[in-house]
């Protein structure tokens, strides 16, 4: 070990005692760096003149772009950013009336400005974030969040769910099977996070989905029911007999500590409610949020991918709507396959089934059975 000192020593002595080094040579009153093009050593033991030279040598780099600022980066023209780059991004309406999306890294939502009713329709007072289906650009979802504005009443912040083309329905259909494993997008984790910050803080958060939207806010509710169990302090245990034997008070404590954590998130995501229109979704086994669904018995997503009363087809998952759940059934529109899955699927076909029958609370108070079970309604046309 001592050799290498030595000569690194003697090395350093030697370049600091060589008759033509200067002051130029020192390296500690070198200030400015070298250029990329430049060895660092070679810059580093050059004198003042021969500095001078390699940066002549060297072509002076252009500076590059300029960071965007927090404002560049939020409120972009809807359309500034391709389709895939906006996924998760907000959408809301300026007061000038201009829809812009909102980076959700910068502006968390409650300083998104959101798409109020039009004028002459009534306000409500509430607000819903609405989650998009598949092949909806920007616009379209804007439009359809001005939609359940005027329906409604209410305020809406839209949470894109961005459009990827072709790759739409191989997307939707592996982000569905949640039996497989839940699907982790970056946009099903921004909205999770959302989610769980709200349950988390005592908020009332009420979501309103479409489609494939409501597979995108399901596994967020799968995501987001993690993210509260391991605050509350839940552990999974899998080695259970191992962690007994082992010490059996550690996991006596653990297993009560499990229990509370259950009991917790589960009444934190009771201020959660959940609204989904023909959703592409079935299983919905994430207890505590207020559940209403809407099927209409002709749309042929509901029937083949989401929740289904018809029997239409056997499922590889199970059906689930949810402890209290309420399923509102009607019967509109086409039922050939390319009408069932456009205008009986339609946003435009289910709104005003739900304008006639009340609002989220009137429906969910009126007939959700309280005891766990499911409350099917159906309406007539």
Known sequence: MAA??????????????????TQDHDPRTLTAQPPEDVPTLQWRFASADERQQLLAQTPNPQPGPAPLTREQMNGLPLGSLNNG??????IGETSDTVRRAYDPRFTPMGEVPAIQPDPGFARSGGSVIFVNGLNNDQAAAANAGQLIANKTGGDVHVFYN???????????IGDNLNWLGVSRTPAARQLAS???????????????????????????????????????????????GLEYTLNREAY?????????????????????????????????????????????????????SGINFQGLAPRVDTIDAGDNAVIVRFIEGPTDLVGGLTTSHSLETYLPKR???????????????????ISIVDIQQ
Not at 162 to 172: I, L, M, S
Not at 197 to 206: E, F, K, R, V, Y
Not at 356 to 373: A, E, I, K
């Open 4 to 21: 290498p000192i030595s000569q690194t020593s003697a090395q350093s002595q030697t370049i600091n005692a060589n008759p033509s080094a």
């Open 85 to 90: 780059a906006a996924d998760g991004f907000w």
């Open 162 to 172: 961005a459009t990827q083309g072709p790759n739409d329905v191989p997307r939707g």
């Open 194 to 240: 959302t989610i769980a910050t709200s349950a988390a803080n005592g908020q009332s958060l009420h979501l309103v989905s479409t489609s494939h939207g409501s597979i995108l806010t399901r596994n967020a509710l799968y995501i987001a029911r993690e993210q509260l169990l391991e605050q509350n302090g839940y552990r999974n245990i899998r080695l259970p």
């Open 252 to 304: 006596e404590r653990q297993v009560q500590v499990n229990a509370q954590a259950q009991a917790t998130t589960y009444r934190q995501l009771g201020n959660i409610k959940i609204e989904t229109f023909g959703s592409a979704a079935a299983r919905w086994d994430i207890g505590g949020p207020q559940y209403v669904h809407w099927v209409n018995q002709n749309d042929r997503v509901a029937a083949l």
């Open 355 to 373: 304008i006639n029958l009340g609002s989220f609370d009137q429906v969910y108070n009126q007939h959700s059975t309280g005891s766990g079970g």
